[in-house]
């Protein structure tokens, strides 16, 4: 399931000079990478990544060689569902979004395993990939499965889904496209509902208008079926852009 990171920041001073940035969402994880995780990295990315360091916007036309409904993941951590889902899929375009080396190295290796032509990752901060490298309705479907939940009181204003980033990502979205999120921590399933329910331009898909059963198009992660078998609970929502 979601993997817990601690802060390693504990310097009262060094937070309030940072004070000043951008809180983010994420740490960078120094896990240790196999070589087949750096060879991926070194063979396999210019094949599949996007390089975005220039921050311009992506002619999304010409990364893919086509033209088709673009889905966009934040965080896909090793890749094993992200990359399910674009074979499942194969009419839309997959663009994955993840800042952890391991991850991209095991999302390259499966997708060059399946000879998918229909993905791309980018190795970068998601935030300002939204909101610099995409251009408005451009994006069918967003997805965030267990993004790091930020437990500890002090650590929630660095949950990445609330209000300020449903106005960043808001104009990206087609007319009817969705926002789908997963969590398996109660309190931030709490707070997506809520974020998403007072943010305008959104409709949510569930009947009851709280959360939706899994569905079949995300398929299951080893992680998620641990936590099932230790009776944990995981909370899906889909939103629809109006």
Not at 110 to 137: G, M, R, W, Y
Not at 156 to 162: A, S
Not at 204 to 223: A, E, V
């Amino acid at each position: 399931m979601t993997e817990v990171i601690k802060d390693s920041n504990e310097n009262p001073e060094k937070n309030n000079q940072s004070e000043h940035h951008r809180i983010k969402s994420f740490v960078v994880r120094a896990g240790r990478m196999t070589e087949g995780q750096i060879r991926a990295i070194e063979e396999l990315g210019p094949k599949y990544m996007v390089d975005v360091e220039d921050l311009k916007p992506l002619d999304l036309k010409a990364i893919f060689g086509r033209e088709a409904p673009l889905v966009v993941e934040i965080g896909f951590g090793m890749g094993v569902s992200f990359v399910q889902m674009a074979k499942d899929a194969p009419e839309c375009n997959f663009l994955g979004i993840e800042v952890h080396p391991p991850g991209v190295g095991s999302a390259l290796k499966l997708i060059e395993e399946n000879q998918l032509t229909n993905v791309k990752v980018i190795k970068f901060d998601a935030f300002e990939v939204l909101s610099k490298c995409l251009a408005p309705e451009s994006v069918e479907v967003l997805q965030i499965f267990f993004p790091d939940p930020w437990p500890k009181k002090r650590h929630i204003k660095r949950r990445l889904i609330n209000d300020d980033f449903v106005k960043l990502v808001k104009p990206l979205f087609k007319h009817g496209g969705q926002f789908r999120m997963a969590t398996d921590w109660e309190n931030y399933a709490e707070q997506m509902l809520d974020v998403m329910t007072r943010a305008e331009g959104f409709s949510n898909t569930s009947p009851d208008g709280t959360y939706i059963p899994r569905p079949d198009w995300r398929p299951l992660t080893k992680f998620e079926l641990r936590g099932q078998r230790l009776g944990h609970g995981v909370w899906d929502l889909v939103f629809k852009r109006d």
